[in-house]
C-alpha cells in the first residue's frame, strides 16, 4: 500500500486545516489508519487513530476535543480535521497504516507509510 499525505500548510492559531491521505490499493478499506506527527527536534508522536470500518476511533491528549479523524473507504481515504490549531502543533503529519485494522497508538503496529505533510501553526 503506498500512502500519499497532503493539506497542510502555513496558518494561524485558532485556525482549521484538513489532512487528506489517500491510499493507492484496494485493500485499504481492511486497513486501521493513524496520523502521527513530528515536530523538529522531537519524537514521532501518534495524533489519531482509526479502525477499517470507523468504529473505533482513538486520539491523543493533545488533541482529543480539536481533531476529528474520519475515513471514506470508497474512495481510499482518510482525513484529519484539525481545528483551533495551536503553535503547539506544528509539525510533519504523516498517515500510516497496518494489516491487523485497528486504531493502534504504537508506531511498531503500522506497516506502511506515508511520506508527511508540513503544518505550520504562526502564533
Known amino acids: 500500500v503506498q500512502l500519499q499525505a497532503f493539506g497542510g500548510g502555513l496558518v494561524q492559531a485558532r485556525d482549521s486545516l484538513r489532512l487528506s491521505c489517500v491510499a493507492s490499493r484496494r485493500t485499504f478499506r481492511n486497513n486501521g489508519m493513524g496520523w502521527f506527527r513530528q515536530a523538529p527536534g522531537k519524537e514521532r508522536e501518534f495524533v489519531a487513530g482509526?479502525?477499517?470500518?470507523?468504529?473505533?476511533?482513538d486520539y491523543s491528549d493533545s488533541v482529543k476535543g480539536r481533531f476529528i479523524i474520519s475515513r471514506d473507504n470508497a474512495k481510499d481515504a482518510v482525513y484529519l480535521q484539525m481545528n483551533s490549531l495551536k503553535p503547539e502543533d506544528t509539525a510533519i503529519y504523516s498517515c500510516a497504516a497496518n494489516i491487523y485494522g485497528g486504531a493502534s497508538r504504537s508506531t511498531s503496529t503500522y506497516r506502511y507509510w506515508g511520506q508527511g505533510t508540513l503544518v505550520t501553526v504562526s502564533s
Open positions: 482509526i479502525s477499517w470500518n470507523g468504529g473505533v476511533i
